[in-house]
């Protein structure tokens, strides 16, 4: 679905097709306003979800002042990625841009709690919404607290219609 880019949105660019199956599966969530979402395209690996983030949605982010991005990544076990990656956010759009990702990759979190990919995106959707942390806080995901938070208190008011 495509967002109006004049009233608050968020861009979900995932790094490839597992991370989009769940970011697909995500925005399945009765609870969410899917006019205020957009999943992008896999960017075909990690590097690849900076580079384009830095050489194309940097400056559109620019231009709508309402606009936020969520960057999933796989950490691969690296947990100096993150700041990598934060490194590379401009110092203005920091507050506007989420990393968030498996601390190993998808397949390893879909091989451990045995759901596929969507149904893992519902699950992520229907803490964000009911404030609980149940799948966040599995071992693969709870490294995405800090962020998370960060990414809740900036969209939640936007994304799911409140009960």
């Known amino acids: ?59 559109t982010m620019r231009q709508y ?26 110092d203005e759009l920091e507050n506007r841009v989420f990393v968030l990702g498996v601390l190993s990759e998808p397949e390893r979190l879909r091989k451990d709690i045995k759901r596929n990919f969507e149904k893992i995106g519902e699950a992520l959707a229907k803490d964000c919404s009911d404030n609980t942390n149940n799948l966040w806080g599995h071992d693969l995901l709870k490294h995405n607290q800090t962020e998370l938070a960060r990414m809740i208190l900036s969209v939640k008011p936007f994304l799911f219609n409140l009960k």
């Open 1 to 59: 679905m495509s967002s109006n880019k004049d009233k608050p949105h968020i861009l979900v660019l995932p790094e490839d097709d597992a991370n989009r199956q769940i970011a697909n599966g995500f925005i399945l969530d009765i609870s969410l306003n899917s006019h205020a979402i957009q999943v992008l395209p896999a960017a075909r690996g990690w590097k690849d979800v900076v580079e384009k983030f830095t050489n194309s949605y940097a400056s």
């Open 65 to 90: 002042p309402h606009r936020m991005i969520a960057l999933l990544i796989d950490f691969d076990g690296n947990e100096d990625r993150l700041s990598y990656v934060k490194d590379k956010i401009p």
